[in-house]
């Protein structure tokens, strides 16, 4: 009895085992049950935006890029074209090849590292000048530009020196008058004849002054031997200017002159002699420059035009690489000169040099070159 039990037992689990196998097995394969795989539709792509650096002011051609006109904004990626600048490292310290509007998206091919990759309007001189400034261009001989040595870039002060006359406010002419003495023919009578003063000049002298004389006891009138001397002044004028250029400036033409293509191969051309057996004649030395152009503040230039103009003579000192010091000076004159350091007036004495020495000049030496006439 208990041995059927146990049989029955046994016989149960088996039979639920296979029933909990069938049902398994019909909710794994069976088409539309819940356990089964269900079909979706592939998923969207998502766009990942990129930052492209912008210029948010105008910007003039051959302009340096600073952060204050660069900013970024955010485009599609798949707007993306090769060459947008991405990184405003990229983009700082460099120009603009030409005039970029705001909003504008930098590509490389926009920028250059130098002036020489800028586009061909335009003059590259104008990008050496700082905002604020302007260039002009002043006469110089080897004497005031301290025999030739300044170059592009060096820095300079400007001196300036200048002569002064007394003049007669009314005439605005050099002191002293001429005068002439007036003789009074007399008025005619009104009744017989025109009413006016005839007179007659005579005698054209320099204005001169009564001046007592000890010797005669009385009072002679007394005039220059000599027109007016002016009296000269030199004093700095500008200090720190930056050299744009020494000479004149190479024309459009001689700019591409300049840039022509080499020979192929690089290989330069013989020399003339060598090509035909004749001598090359002797190369011309170069012009020495007249002019040197300076950048200055614009009152700076206006003063610089009146001077020219009006007869002074601009002396330059050239400063050292690094220095941006400045120096109040003392305006020159004659008293200053005598009293700063310490020249005497000679006194009168009863002999001198012989020959007669009117004039300072330099003495003759043997290695001198005479200018030809």
Known sequence: MRRSRIFLLLALIVILGLAAVYFFAQGLFTP???NAPVATNPPTPTTVPVKVVIVIQKVGRGVILTPEVLDQVEISEDLLVPGMITNKDEALQRRAKFDLDPGTILMGNMLTDSVAGLSSSGSDWAMEI????VAVSIPISRLSSVSYAPRRGDHVNVIAALNFVDLDTAFQSKLPNNVASVIAQGVQNPQTGPDYLTVQLQGTNLEGRLQEDATLGGKIYVFPSEPQRARMVAQTLIENVKVLQVGDFPLPEAEKNASATPTP??????????????????PTPPALPDVITLIVSPQDAVTLNYLIYSGAQLTLALRSTNDTTTAKTEAVTLQYLLERYNIPIPVKLPFGFEPRV???KSPALPNDVTPTP
């Open 130 to 133: 700082d905002n604020g400034m």
């Open 32 to 34: 539309g049950t819940p």
């Open 265 to 282: 191969g690089g290989t330069p051309a013989a020399p003339v002699e060598q090509q035909s057996g004749v001598a090359s004649p002797t």
């Open 358 to 360: 009117d004039t300072l």
